[in-house]
T-cell receptor, first 114, second 114 residues
């Protein structure tokens, strides 16, 4: 089954403790991205990757890191999480960077930073 | 940069009534337009998209949307809603010339009442 898999689904952590949210897709997609969803703000793009070893900032990159060492994986790293990073996070992938290609979303990771 | 405005944050409607969810985007030479649906505790799923051609686009679950270039709008409609349509709906725009892919609106929570 074609899917985007995020782990974990739920995470509670303390301020400053490094964490990684994993994202994996099995569709051989070139383009992957991370979004955060906050009430009243919709989804905002954090980082995106057009292919292996090619990443770039989205609209809200501060406090986040990403890497793309393999085509299927695109982890999101919070080196020193803060409470304002409490949010619902989504990973998405699409065949290419072209805006006409459908984005497939993971189930989401609800992160709480205390 | 593109922006998307969803004018209604919440839309309650009775079962079997028609519904329209409004979406306006900032103007550009050309854009791709999308509606995504998010059911509770799930990721986003593509409802429909406008890339070019006919301005009336039909999607899944009986939804349709009309692209209006002069009004920069892409409103979503359904003639008769069901309880199962209760979800959050996101309008999104993509700039063909940008690698940043989707810019989302703030979302509209559709609640279908019995």
């Amino acid at each position: 089954e074609a899917q985007v898999t995020q782990n974990p689904r739920y995470l509670i952590t303390v301020t400053g403790k490094k964490l990684t949210v994993t994202c994996s897709q099995n569709m051989n997609h070139e383009y992957m991205s991370w979004y955060r969803q906050d009430p009243g703000l919709g989804l905002r793009q954090i980082y995106y990757s057009m292919n292996v070893e090619v990443t770039d900032k989205g609209d809200v990159p501060e406090g986040y890191k990403v890497s793309r060492k393999e085509k299927r994986n695109f982890p999101l790293i919070l080196e020193s999480p803060s409470p304002n990073q409490t949010s619902l996070y989504f990973c998405a992938s699409s065949l290419s960077a072209g805006g006409n290609t459908e984005a497939f979303f993971g189930q989401g990771t609800r992160l709480t930073v205390v | 940069a593109q922006s998307v405005t969803q004018l209604d944050s919440q839309v309650p409607v009775f079962e079997e009534a028609p519904v329209e969810l409004r979406c306006n985007y900032s103007s550009s030479v050309s854009v791709y337009l999308f509606w995504y649906v998010q059911y509770p505790n799930q990721g986003l799923q593509l409802l429909l998209k406008y890339l070019s051609g006919s301005t009336l686009v039909k999607g899944i679950n009986g939804f349709e949307a009309e692209f209006n270039k002069s009004q920069t709008s892409f409103h979503l409609r359904k003639p008769s809603v069901h309880i199962s349509d209760t979800a959050e709906y996101f309008c999104a725009v993509s700039d063909p010339g940008s690698a940043r892919q989707l810019t989302f609106g703030s979302g509209t929570q559709l609640t279908v009442l019995p």
